[in-house]
């Protein structure tokens, strides 16, 4: 985990815009991170690496996760509402009572994750890979 990537998180959801575009194409490293219990609304983690993050808890509503690495992150209990997923590896991630009304989830990897009790009313889910054994249904 990059310190000063961490410190970014402290302010608003525009400073971390500006500093995406002034950094381009570096990627926030957060891998290891504790965010749990933050209030990280409308932050854009595009192409971030949070593997192994704690995110349990934390406000994640209109979070951007384009192409940005959650695996084996922990997820329990997070409001996701509105949050875009798009080609985001969570792979093994625990998305465990997590809150995801209203999510555009495109080509997400959810292989080996748990989202059990995850909500996902009113989804828009295109392509995504489930965990096995998973019946997408009762996801979307």
Request: charged share 25%; hydrophobic share 40%; with cysteine.
């Amino acid at each position: 985990m990059n310190p000063e990537h961490f410190e970014l998180l402290n302010g608003t959801a525009e400073e971390l815009t500006a500093w995406h575009r002034a950094h381009s194409p570096e990627q926030l490293d957060l891998k290891g991170a504790d965010l749990s219990g933050r209030d990280l609304r409308g932050r854009d983690f595009t192409r971030a690496n949070l593997e192994r993050a704690d995110l349990s808890g934390a406000n994640l509503d209109e979070a951007v996760f384009s192409e940005a690495s959650l695996r084996r992150a922990k997820l329990v209990g997070a409001s996701m509402k509105k949050v875009t997923l798009y080609r985001t590896n969570c792979t093994g991630a625990d998305i465990s009572d997590a809150d995801l009304t209203g999510a555009n989830m495109y080509r997400c990897v959810l292989r080996e994750a748990t989202i059990t009790g995850a909500n996902f009313k009113m989804a828009a889910i295109f392509k995504v890979a489930w965990p096995e054994g998973v019946d997408v249904r009762a996801h979307g």
